[in-house]
């Protein structure tokens, strides 16, 4: 089958939806179908692309994309279009179908969902859609809110890679550079912005560290709250107990998640930005790392921490509640272990993007 995966994020940035993206191509890539991804220029893409089994064809520009987007339908006779971010394909692609009756599938991850002005197009581009692979029951639910047929939905969960996020990988190297021998450590991966929750971890630290003195607050990642969030560690006397480590490279992230001792991001609903955690694919990179989680309570998270069995879910604006679950965490070992040990199974029996990817293949094949 000859599919054209359009994305608007694709490595070699870093981010969930560029993962997902990725992942996506490389599985359907696996199972024996042709694909090419069409996607904007980057810095470091010629390198990158290079190396995939698949095409990637990329333009710098929003018009440079919609006129590959149809070169490609010519050139590659293209069967079916998957939309895996970025509801502006979704009209290149209904317009596809409307000329030339190539099916297209949509994936939705959640924020291009919640925003009102946008629900009139989204409305209008995924009628014509095949299928709406949901990436959550969350984003599922707010689709039939907006009016999108719940017949036309399914859910396919995002995945994560098992050999490549396993437990037991030597990260001394890392505890070494950040000075985290002998140290509890709290680890968050993820984008510095409101959505991720780090302010109401920094607030519940002062109460963790009082049952916990060892404890650490290790915060990989870059963005606009790094400032804020820097001063306000200052002002609960906590910055020398959080580390941030910033920009970490794919190959490192692994050795991040066994560095640490519990995974926490209390992600939490923005609606008028449209803002909200549609899944969280870094706590299936953590339980795959064999490490427990902590969740808000929020969007799509459910659908990526069970609550009890690979981890906890937490008000994600209450701070005391999420200092309880980590103290919880970090001194019942044997919950820890027990958390992070039915995570792994999981990923290994239902959440490898080869699994996740023939589920998506099966929806295109049907």
Known sequence: MRILLCTHDFPPQVGGIQTYSYEVARGLSSWGEEVTVLAPGTEGDIEFDREQVFPVIRAKSKIGLYLKFFWILWRKRIEKILVAHRADYAALASWAHRLWGIDYYIVAHGGEVLLPWRRKSIRENFKRAR?????????ARELVRIGIPEEKITVIPNGVDPERFKPGIDSSSLKEKFNLFDRKVILTVSHLVKRKGHRKIIQALPKVLERVPEAVYLIVGEGPEEDGLRQLARH????????????????????????????IMTSRE????????????????????????????????????????????????????????????LTEESLAENLGEKGRKRIEKELSWRTISQRILRELEQ
């Open 236 to 263: 609960y006397g906590v910055e020398r107990q959080v580390i941030f480590a910033g920009y970490v490279s794919s190959e490192e992230l692994p050795l991040c998640y066994n560095a640490g001792d519990v995974f």
């Open 131 to 139: 299928r709406i692979l949901a990436v959550s029951h969350f984003t």
């Open 270 to 329: 923005i609606e008028e930005e449209g803002d909200f955690e549609g899944f969280g694919i870094v706590f299936l990179e953590a339980n795959a790392c064999g490490k427990p989680v902590i969740g808000g309570r929020s969007g799509g998270v459910k659908d990526a921490v069970i609550e009890g069995e690979t981890g906890l879910l937490t008000d994600p604006l209450n701070h005391e509640e999420i200092a309880a679950a980590l103290i919880r965490l």
